[in-house]
RNA sequence: GGUCCCUUCGUCUAUCGGUUAGGACAUCUGAUUUUCAAUCAGGAAAGACGGGUUCGACUCCCGUAGGGACUGCCA
């Protein structure tokens, strides 16, 4: 790629509030931060906004690191946590009020629902009868934003939706420090962003409105406006609002269904994002190319089909060694217990079944037909096809088997045609019949690959074992 | 209620006024076939609706319908 085409300081971040786990929307957003810090050799930021005390927790900070960290996005310096950050908004604030920009309001809770509801019957947004005030009072009050004046247009040039233009009337006087002194968000974002020396700000487009808002403060402290990018939400597979009916919205519920976290970015990159016909596209490759101008207007569903499938693509090109590991660890999450012995049968043999599985749970089943223990369960087909006839087959497949001097699906593959052979009949009749004395009717790979890979003692030992039967 | 955003095959999307509207997944058909997959070949499948602008609109404008967001001393 060519780096020339950098654009120079780039900064983004990512910002969660801390009061659930990380969901698929914000790993999505904290995905597009990450790849147009990258691709411009920018920095990526993490913010906490915990401002709200009540509702955040340190089990959901844990939640959005681990969360993070399991899908490659490392963050660039230290964390921001917002809480410990409140003089310096409360700071700012003040300033805000020496310049005329903001005010103390003293109306009760009550008085605020009254003039919400009047703002609310003539179509606009919430004014404080306090906004030209400049007495002083020994009231409770809280600090507010002076909205501009009602015919004043505000402008944000959002690089997804275009230009944008509010109507000040429909801003309100929002609330910038509480009764308690503690900032708001709509303040500790603007100042945090601006400490931060965040240039990008890619978001959820529940913000869009929320730009023109925290554009008024940015402005009256003049500060140079961040580069603002409103994505649309995700939806749920039936087109609604995303919510916990849909289920897995966690991205640690991804990893425990048995997706890899590559396919996860890789899914969810696509959505809402193109680059031409590139459909299937992992992290590196996205941090070369990934741009604005690549990112949808419109609001896409989840397809957990189509995870699949990036998901099977990701798996075939996977470790084995470290697929090895997931599905044990899948194994022991789902109470399979899984003895040495099979795990040695399990390890040589995941770089053929890796191909024919779209999870990690799939994987699993997959090794079923390793781990079945002798006398093996038949299934009524199998069960069928190794009596009879049946026998003489599988007893010659012992003998042939049994002095086999190259023990790989090669010569296997010849043995099997020479039993044919030898009986004069098709393969036909030949490999459904052993495949039903090896795995009871468990699907397998190749009849000549389940061979190789159960090695000659179990092999013998479960042929054996379906003669006696 | 008000303001703002969105609308191309079932799904994710390409198209940036002129294309037989392309790709991927799903689906269907065929090939392969020793289970289940995988794989290969081929098919069907779309511009929400109604007006404009233009020689020409999926593309620009307006309206309608549908979906979404915001409208907190939440973020």
Sequence with gaps: MNQNNNIENVITRFAPSPTGFLHIGGARTALFNYLFAKRNNGKFLLRIEDTDKERSTQEAVDAIISGMEWLGLKHDGEIVYQSERAARHAEIAHELMVKGAAFKCYMTPEETEIERNKAFAEGRALRSPYRDNKEDFDKPFVVRLRAPDPAIEVIIDDKVQGQ????????????????????????????????????????????????????????????????YAHIPLIHGEDGKKLSKRHGALAVNEYENMGYLPEALDSYLLRLGWSHGDLDIVDLKEASNIFSLSGLGKSPSRLDFTKLGVVNAHFMKIADDKRLLNLVLEYAKNQDVSIDENKIKLIEPAIKDL????????????????????????????????????????????????????????THISETITKIATDRGVGLGKIGPV???ALTGGLVAPDLSATIELLGRDETLVRLKNALDN
Excluded: C
């Excluded at 910038?176 to 965040?198: K, S």
């Excluded at 240039?199 to 580069?227: C, E, F, K």
């Design 354 to 409: 890796k191909e024919r599985a779209k999870t990690i749970g799939e994987l699993l089943e997959q090794t079923a037909f390793l781990r079945a223990n002798i006398p093996l369960e038949f299934n009524q087909k199998s069960k069928t096809l190794v009596e009879g006839e049946g026998k003489n087959v599988i007893a010659l497949a012992i003998e042939l088997l049994n002095t086999l001097i190259q023990w790989d699906r």
């Design 164 to 227: 944008v233009k509010t109507i000040a009337k429909n801003l309100d006087d929002m609330i910038l420090l509480r009764t308690d002194g503690t900032p708001t968000y709509m303040l500790a974002v603007v100042v945090d962003d601006y400490d931060m020396g965040v240039t990008y700000i890619i978001r959820g487009d529940d913000h869009l409105i929320n730009a023109a808002r925290q554009s008024v403060i940015i402005d009256a402290m003049g500060w140079q406006r961040p580069v």
């Design 434 to 436: 052993i495949r039903a």
